[in-house]
């Protein structure tokens, strides 16, 4: 659940789906196998551990075009190098495989972008959210096409390991990864991040301690680190050994804060008329010496007038502000919270871009 100023998001999953809008151009050829991935309230990388041990395949065979939101019903498309697959459909209590045919290759233009269906809770004020979203349509205002806070991790540290991975710091990268905990994890997670915290001593640590620490389902990227780094003894080797979707995550993480730093600075530098959405890093402060030059906050910055701006860099031709079309909107008394009223809006976004930039801008901040 996401409480904004005038909202309430993702109260239940169902109020959040997201498909994915894609075009095969060709289905000719034997290379790959395509499937169909449904998800509710589960991650995409814990869907993907546990298709490898289901389908006896690497985790690194498995690819895709976008991630998608964890608390949410999702709709996405994965491939593999062809298989001789046996079931038709692969089913568990929250996500769902679907093997559609086989293809010459998989290109990424084929990605389109995202339909979302979104239902928005206990709005005291539907006039003011209206009056925003009719200026999107109108385009009297433009939004900035932020990387979404999910890219930051539920830490919100994810790019700061980036940082230390893009500068060659092994050691500081591993032991943020690993011992950081933060108000959004649970208990469990905290006790056991305490623990392996326990094991770094004088820039050393101590795995084989590590290895033996039982952890629950949801720290199965650390086990396979901690796995890794039983075997290579190095720092530096197991993040070369890691799978490089997860490497390639936290690096791609620290790109997409200073894209959201630029534009955030060039906003408040350019107009007056504008609103800041923080989310702050809440680590405690004896981690702070790790954190030197990041703020403990993650600060995004919406005008509320149409702006045109340009900023000295552009990550992978990334656009500056979003390109929503809006398909329809309606307003109507809340089911779930009385006397309130519920927005129900349905919309489409480009590869890239993310719902979250929209809602956080109609509902206020």
């Known amino acids: 659940m996401i409480q904004h100023n005038l909202g309430i998001v993702k109260y239940k999953q169902e109020d959040f789906i997201v498909k994915e809008k894609v075009i095969i151009k060709s289905t000719n050829g034997k290379n790959y196998s395509l499937f169909i991935l449904k998800r509710n309230n589960c991650s995409l990388f814990n869907s993907l551990m546990r298709l490898s041990k289901i389908m006896k395949l690497p985790i690194s065979r498995f690819h895709f075009f976008g991630e998608k939101d964890k608390y ?3 709709t996405q498309l994965i491939w593999t190098p062809k298989l001789r697959f046996l079931e038709e459909r692969i089913v568990t209590r929250d996500f769902e495989l679907i093997y559609l045919f086989d293809v010459k290759e998989v290109d990424s233009s084929w990605m389109l972008g995202n339909k979302f269906k979104i239902t928005v809770r206990k709005i005291a004020k539907p006039e003011m959210v209206e009056e925003r979203i009719k200026k999107l349509i109108d385009g009297k205002v433009n939004i900035p096409n932020y990387y979404d806070i999910q890219r930051f991790g539920k830490r919100r540290i994810n790019h700061i390991i980036g940082y ?6 092994y050691y500081e990268a591993s032991y943020l990864f690993l011992c950081i905990y933060s108000k959004n994890e649970n208990h469990k997670v905290k006790k056991i991040r305490r623990k392996l915290n326990e094991l770094f001593v004088d820039g050393s640590f101590r795995i084989d301690e590590a290895i033996g620490i039982k952890m629950p389902q949801y720290m199965d990227v650390e086990k396979i680190f901690l796995r890794i780094l039983s075997k290579t003894r190095n720092f530096k080797k197991v993040w070369k050994e890691f799978p490089s979707k997860w490497t390639s995550l936290f690096k791609e993480s620290y790109y997409s804060y200073t894209f959201n730093k630029s534009i955030a600075q060039k906003i408040k530098t350019t107009t007056k008329n504008y609103f800041t959405y923080e989310y702050p890093i809440d680590v405690p402060p004896e981690f702070d010496s790790f954190l030197a030059g990041f703020e403990k906050k ?15 860099e552009k990550i992978k031709n990334r656009e500056i502000f979003l390109n929503p079309m809006i398909y329809s909107y309606d307003f109507r008394k809340d089911d779930m919270f009385e006397g309130y009223y519920r927005l129900d809006i349905e919309f489409f976004l480009g590869r890239g871009s993310f719902a979250t930039n929209l809602l956080t801008f109609i509902l206020g901040g």
């Open 298 to 312: 993650i600060e995004l910055v919406y005008p509320l007038e149409k702006l045109d701006i340009r900023i000295g």
């Open 72 to 74: 949410a019903v999702t």
């Open 164 to 169: 230390y991975l893009l500068n060659s710091k």
